[in-house]
């Protein structure tokens, strides 16, 4: 993607995470990789008036090569994600029913099938302050080999092989924590087991293989 694409996706994007939810004010942020370089979301600009020349291009690792604002302070954990294979874009969220469960439990239960979609469990990540080292490596260690974590007492990160595929995922993780709230308020919810997830994971890549063969031009 041209870095003049990636910039007008990350306004566009960014302002849905408003109108979903899954932020308040400037909070959260984005990232997508363009060819050699990395746009993400500038620090401390509202959403609503945020302009593609807002959006700031970084080099792997975190030279800024183009742009009037200060990167995302979360710049660090966006190029940690941006480094594991097929990675081309980051979510990072602070959505409400995520942070709550992550005061409760350290991941977040098989409640649903969709859980599949990030590789099985998603853990929890312990809690670091916001922009520090120590919040990458709590982050990349409960990632493990998922697609997405949660940041205890902060949000989500979840990665994608493109930024639809991401914010699917960020939108879908909030959702899978929000049931749970919902049915361990009033009673003990029943869990899905390992083997029932391992179907569903199977299920989802053999979809994904379906649409990837369909598609004009692949191989």
């Known amino acids: ?43 401390g600009v509202d959403y609503e008036t945020m302009t593609a020349d807002d959006v700031v291009l970084v080099t792997p690792d975190g030279a800024v090569a183009d742009g009037v604002r200060a990167p995302t302070s979360e710049l660090a954990l966006h190029l940690a994600a941006q480094a594991r294979p097929g990675t081309s874009a980051v ?26 979609m990030f590789g099985g469990s998603v853990r929890v990540a312990g809690y670091a302050p916001f922009g520090s080292d120590e919040l990458v490596a709590n982050a990349v260690a409960a990632l493990g080999d998922r697609s997405a974590v949660v940041l205890g007492n902060h949000g989500t990160l979840v990665l994608g092989e493109h930024l639809g595929a991401a914010y699917d995922g960020a939108r879908q993780l909030e959702w899978l924590c929000d049931v749970w709230l919902r049915a361990r308020a009033v009673g003990e919810p029943r869990l899905l087991t390992e083997a029932q997830i391992s179907v569903a994971g199977q299920r989802f890549a053999a979809q994904k293989r379906t649409v990837r063969d369909s598609t004009p031009g692949a191989r």
Do not use: F, K
């Open 91 to 116: 979510v990072h969220t602070h959505s409400p029913a995520a942070v709550a469960l992550s005061l409760l439990r350290d991941d977040v239960p098989p409640v649903h099938y969709q859980i599949a």
């Open 1 to 43: 993607m041209h870095p003049d694409a990636a910039r007008e996706t990350l306004c566009t994007w960014s302002r849905r995470m408003v109108r979903d939810g899954l932020v308040v004010g400037t909070s959260g942020n984005l990232s997508l990789r363009c060819g050699e370089l990395i746009a993400v979301t500038p620090s």
